[in-house]
């Protein structure tokens, strides 16, 4: 049982540069979260999705764009990376139907925009 | 407004000693839920406790336990005997029913566990 897997682990892009942040879950989790983390800040929501089909903006959605075309995947893309977009990216998931489903992390990627 | 405030950016405490980790939260759902993660230096977020709105006990898991004050919207964790391996980020978070099931964190509280 993989959980929450995230890849890269670690990129650096050039300003104007693309990339896809992948994330896969496998324990058919229907919520999926993505979130920054700047240096010593907690975690800010970008998207998250309630199941296929449906994505919906978080606190810091601009400049990134997702899409769930299944349960498992829930890849962010950068479109045009920015210094600003430095930060460490966590994948998350959970089954909130009951009232104590926490939320999975994946291990975190890396990313560093010069 | 802050949905979690944790106020502490840094806390020492001594070996085997208790402390405590503040955390308020601010909501006017009835339904919600309060967690604790642990975010060591190697990065990984590792689920530590959960207290629902509804709960009447405050909610313990083996070292950790959680403080919870509805009146005052307060979650704090309780980390008793303190060991080396506790040193690391924590922070609080809330779901709420009304806003989709959505997460709010804090901002941290990073601990230090003195030999």
């Known amino acids: 049982n993989a959980g929450v897997t995230q890849t890269p682990k670690f990129r650096i892009l050039k300003i104007g540069q693309s990339m896809t942040l992948q994330c896969t879950q496998d324990?058919?989790?229907?919520?999926m979260y993505w979130y920054r983390q700047d240096p010593g800040m907690g975690l800010k929501l970008i998207y998250y999705s309630v199941g296929a089909g449906i994505t919906d903006k978080g606190e810091v959605p601009n400049g990134y764009n997702v899409s769930r075309s299944t349960t498992e995947d829930f890849p962010l893309r950068l479109e045009l990376a920015a210094p600003s977009q430095t930060s460490v990216y966590f994948c998350a998931s959970s089954y909130p139907t009951s009232g104590d489903a926490t939320q999975y992390f994946g291990p975190g990627t890396r990313l560093l925009v010069l | 407004a802050q949905k979690i405030t944790q106020t502490q950016p840094g806390m020492f405490v001594q070996e085997k000693e208790a402390v405590t980790l503040d955390c308020t939260y601010d909501t006017s759902d009835p339904s919600y839920g309060l967690f604790w993660y642990k975010q060591p230096s190697s990065g990984e977020m590792i689920f530590l406790i959960y207290q629902g709105s509804y709960d009447q006990q405050n909610a313990t898991e083996g070292r950790y336990s959680l403080n919870f004050q509805k009146a005052r919207k307060s979650a704090n964790l309780v980390i008793s005997a303190s060991q080396l391996g506790d040193s690391a980020m924590y922070f609080c978070a809330m779901r709420e029913q009304s806003t989709g099931n959505q997460f709010y964190f804090g901002t941290g509280t990073s601990l230090t566990v003195i030999p």
């Open positions: 324990m058919n989790h229907n919520y």
